[in-house]
């Protein structure tokens, strides 16, 4: 057994399965325990495991963090559900257990990540930010969680810095052409066949134009940033929300 | 002097000045005369000129055909305004002059003419058909009316075919966020400072995407068009509608 | 039992199956039977089927060829390996029962049809052609078979129409940045993890570009293509060679 | 008179006018007077100009720094042909005046600084890196200047942060398809006519791409960067090397 000693929680579900997958497949880490519905806990604490990967339910989530916590056990978590409130109750377990890192994050696509990053460093250099996302058609919301919340990191950040809205001198538009406004940024959904998840943020100024683009084209790609998250943890004691905090950016 | 020569109606104004250019750099093509607000027709007899190209305006270019199909002088014809019963007109003025060519056209940009063409063509076999139009941010109409266009083109050749509807499952929706609706089609107008005039249709089935670009970076994007007009119109006797009816498609 | 009966040669492997399930989920198409290794052809005389997808082996495609055009079922193949010869035999056969129509086609992905049509329609029309292809890094080869396909297609479309090559001043290189060169087409291949199979050609003239892009994100996407085939063959007697001949293009 | 006083050097060149231009735009910057070849520099001094922008000529950038410098005026700089021994030269003088601030930049598109900054921060993330860049067909170097030198930025990122070489099982190449390798980046330059000046970097990794694309469609580009530059040159006494010194990044 060599490296970091990684279990998951809800093994068997599809992601679940993808973790361990990624997990068994990478040379520094070994995946130790699966832990799914009518298990028990323990499993992690015999097996010595230092990462849990915790992809359940809002439901179960807390009495897993409880537990993984108070046996010294840190904690990768994409589950969703958490408030501010149960922010606070994780904080205060984690202040009677100051060596244990647990990392909180809505979104473990690297792309997407850095993608929104980029966005928000780079908007107020332009005169103009537009995004565009584009999806599979059985997606029910337009437009994604990810434009919006990318529309209001850019809104924020020209905001901060001052900067007037985006030029538009349209004076006659047919009904939705421009898109939705997300905070000042319009933001324009497509659905086709054959796409997965993609994103670009278009940025203007004059001459020139700044294009960052992000496609999943699998939904393995929570992967990668799962793996960053298990492998950075122990050395950051503490709550930690959201990827972009264990990066170099 | 060698190859066809050219004259030039409206040959002082911004595109003018531009085709005059077009056709010096042109070694096949010769350049015989401008004639401006003022100048008489007569100029266009007397240089032995074989090809007009005018782009001048609606309220004199009925004159203009009038002479040269009279004169026995070829027409390529960007100016704008051609109602049916103008465009009979012109085809009574033909008539009675059945060597001549006239060749009458919306758009110039080999690319747009293209795009449409390609993209109507395709339409039927895709599941998913979105436009999305790219422009800079003075102007006033969204979408443009070259998407419109696209999108009506779609339109009629998935009725045709006797396709259904793009499958959207979306059921929460920003105000806006899907764009604009046109016999069908989602089109999507961005504007940003930067940006001069740029298209793109999105098609997608089962597994597969494809994307049919265009991009204008500049208004001398018209200028390959109108030479192709003036190369072919003198073996198009009578009158043509739209630049693709002398592309070999 | 409703519409066109289709059986699937070769109905247990990973394309097999995939046809198989197309197959299934289409309103106006009726799975019959599955031949694999082992299995006798009379499956198919037996349950009245009308077309056969044919994805097996250049070893056994002649025999089941023989087989099916005998007993007047029509074929829709993607198996490879079809020299010429081969082409004769089954013309050969084909006269024998002129109600049979058989398909061969190297490519299904519809897109990658129209691209390659497409491209070659308009290459004549502009200054400059390049191709880029990008794969997934585990391929072999460098351009990918449709990449030089289709810069061979632009190619001898430019040649016929005596359009020069594109312009290129560049005089100083670092060895292969300006890529291979086919029939006087540069194509470049990028190789990047997360990538399928995608392709763009990029076409060039004063002001204006046109991009033709087509985007594999799965392997399922020879699916419509196959479909297409099946629907149409039965209405087109003798041998069709190439997608392309079943599209209204 | 209001906000920072603007003089320009070179002012009747081509970059120069569009300088003078952009300053005159803004309401926050007066411009105060030109310096072409024959003029006196004290025309500076003279006009109580704070910020001299200098896009000259290697020959004549020395002695116009060494009087701005003396004379207690900033200076934004885009002229080439600084070594480590002139940079030092110029330490040396600010020095001696150590409220002068002097940024001296190889390139002033703010979109291409970011590129480079972004696609070096997002570069250990991926295992896959590529840079294609787009240009005019006129252009005589492939790769162009800022490709090479985002490559080698992406390429000393990776080695920094000891990740090995992006995949590749090419194994059948025709020459020149996998590009030019710089840093173990590889390289790919599209030269098309009616483009002017584009770059993508392309990073991949399981199931999921990141793409960063630069384009410049006019050669105002510098302008918006030349402006950040001046309006904050004076806040930051001493050398600046770079644009991205002067962005919140």
């Known amino acids: 057994m060599s490296g970091i000693t990684v279990g998951v929680l809800g093994s068997q579900g599809k992601v679940g399965q993808a973790i361990v997958t990624a ?3 990478a040379d520094d880490l070994t995946y130790t325990v699966g832990v799914d519905k009518g298990d028990s806990l323990e499993f992690f604490s015999d097996t010595d495991t230092q ?4 992809f359940t339910h809002p439901d179960v989530v807390m009495d897993n963090l409880k537990y ?7 904690a990768v ?11 606070e109750t994780v904080r205060g377990w984690l ?4 060596k244990v890192g647990v990392l909180i994050a809505p979104n473990f696509a690297i792309g997407a990540v850095l993608s929104m990053r980029f966005a928000a460093q780079a908007a107020k250099y332009y005169d103009s930010v537009e995004v565009v996302e584009l999806h599979h058609p059985q ?14 990191l850019i809104g924020r950040a020209r905001a901060e810095a001052g900067v007037g809205p985006s030029p538009d001198a349209t004076t006659s538009e047919l009904d ?15 659905r086709l066949a054959g796409l997965v998840a993609h994103q670009e943020v278009l940025l203007g100024t004059e001459g020139e134009t700044l294009t960052i ?7 393995s790609s929570f992967a990668p940033g799962v793996l960053l998250g298990v492998r950075s943890i122990a050395d950051r004691p503490g709550l930690t929300i959201g990827l972009e905090e264990l990066m170099d950016l």
């Not at 978590?77 to 958490?82: E, I, K, L, P, S």
């Not at 202040?95 to 100051?98: I, L, W």
């Not at 939705?176 to 497509?190: C, F, L, W, Y």
């Open 95 to 98: 202040a009677e257990n100051p």
């Open 68 to 74: 993984l916590i108070a046996n010294g056990i840190h």
């Open 176 to 190: 939705g052409a421009r898109g939705a406004v997300v905070d000042g940024v319009h933001v324009h959904s497509v």
């Open 213 to 219: 683009r992000h496609d999943s084209l699998d939904r």
């Open 23 to 25: 997990v068994e497949k």
């Open 77 to 87: 978590v994409g589950t969703t559900g958490f408030t501010e409130e149960r922010l």
């Open 51 to 54: 990462v849990v990967v915790d």
């Open 139 to 152: 997606k029910a919301d337009a437009p994604s969680g990810t434009a919006y919340r990318t529309a209001e």
